[in-house]
């Protein structure tokens, strides 16, 4: 079976399941939620904190050290129109992530919805791990809805998967015309194809992995156990990203605009400075430096920093100080944005968690 028809399958069988029947078990689990809750507020503020604690450090450093302060003073000459101009991109990106978890997610009711989505975006932006952590917050909130959990994994490699290929596709976009030399920037090929083909393998790999999967899956081969759950929900998540692309439905634009506005975001921090390479560049810098933020610590602090001046310094972005003082603003932006509207909709969802999901309504 060849990756076309193994998503046709699936798609077949999706319009032969009834929405309440796909998503609502027959019986709403409805635990008691008080410590888990707690131990998610607990996390998200204390992350927060370490958020503050990390920036304030940064204006002591750009402020204290020497060598440092030229960039301290660039983020103080800041053109104000390029950087309101980032916060709303930033907001924007937000909101296509709220429409693309619409399109994953949708039928649970719209409030729910932003509210759910922008409390993932919080627990992302300062908890990091390439956004397993905001997965992980969401599925507990919909499995205490009643949802049943196979569909919740299903749903969050889904989600996972749409906003990882726009990574991966775009690297390939991006890397090898740079490469050949019709886009403006490095031929490096250390910087340009090796990422390219490292992300076309990549694409390769789960295709071939999803189609295998669901393989041995309809062969009773892994009918049992954690790596069987695993992949059946790996396999379904990633053939219904190949049918909801064949499908070119418009939603799926939320998740272009989350990755493209983001980029765009640090563009318009480079642009306040005065010293904005090229459109390719930053997004080829972006892409490779970005990276970083798989690195398990809360936001990606320095790591994602460090892998984004070093990336745009390699691809000739200059002066280096103008590039981490960009940087710096940008990333307080792609920080707080999301934490501050997050925290807010996290707070509102409280009063969601146990809630059974209602049946849509006909009509």
Not at 44 to 66: C, D, E, K, T, Y
Not at 98 to 112: A, E, I, Y
Not at 121 to 150: D, F, T
Not at 291 to 306: D, R, T
């Amino acid at each position: 079976m060849g990756i076309a028809d193994a998503a046709a399958n699936g798609k077949r069988r999706e319009c032969e399941e009834s929405p309440l029947e796909q998503t609502i078990a027959e019986e709403p689990i409805v635990p008691d939620q008080t410590g888990p809750m707690a131990a998610h507020s607990r996390t998200l503020r204390n992350s927060i904190i370490s958020l503050a604690i990390f920036f304030a450090l940064v204006a002591a450093l750009l402020l204290g050290v020497p060598g440092l302060r030229s960039a301290g003073e660039l983020i103080a000459d800041a053109n104000p129109a390029w950087v309101g101009a980032g916060i709303g991109m930033e907001v924007l990106s937000c909101v296509g992530y709220v429409v693309l978890f619409g399109l994953v997610f949708g039928m649970l009711p719209r409030r729910l919805i932003s509210r759910l989505s922008l409390s993932e975006l919080a627990v992302n932006s300062v908890v990091s791990v390439s956004g397993l952590a905001g997965i992980a917050l969401g599925a507990w909130v919909l499995r205490s809805k009643g949802i049943s959990a196979e569909r919740i994994a299903k749903r969050s490699v889904l989600i996972f998967v749409l906003t990882s290929a726009v990574n991966l596709g775009a690297v390939v976009v991006i890397g090898v015309p740079m490469w050949l030399g019709v886009l403006p920037g490095s031929r490096n090929p250390l910087l340009t194809l090796l990422p390219a083909t490292a992300a076309l393998l990549t694409i390769a790999g789960t295709l071939a992995l999803a189609v295998w999967g669901q393989r041995a899956v309809s062969r009773g081969r892994l009918e049992h156990g954690r790596a069987g759950v695993a992949l059946t929900a790996v396999s379904g998540g990633v053939m219904d990203a190949v049918g909801l692309i064949r499908a070119h439905d418009w939603r799926l634009l939320g998740a272009v605009a989350y990755w493209l506005l983001d980029n765009a975001t640090l563009y318009a921090c480079l642009a306040a400075l005065g010293h904005a390479p090229s459109v390719w560049v930053v997004g080829m810098a972006y892409l490779v430096g970005m990276l970083a933020n798989s690195v398990p610590v809360p936001g990606g602090f320095v790591a994602v920093e460090g892998g984004l001046v070093g990336m745009l310094v390699l691809f000739g972005a200059r002066p280096a100080s103008g590039v981490l003082a960009a940087v710096v603003i940008y990333r307080a932006i792609s920080l707080w944005i999301p934490a501050l509207i997050g925290s807010l909709a996290f707070l509102s969802l409280r009063h969601e968690i146990g809630k059974p999901v209602a049946p849509p309504v006909r009509g």
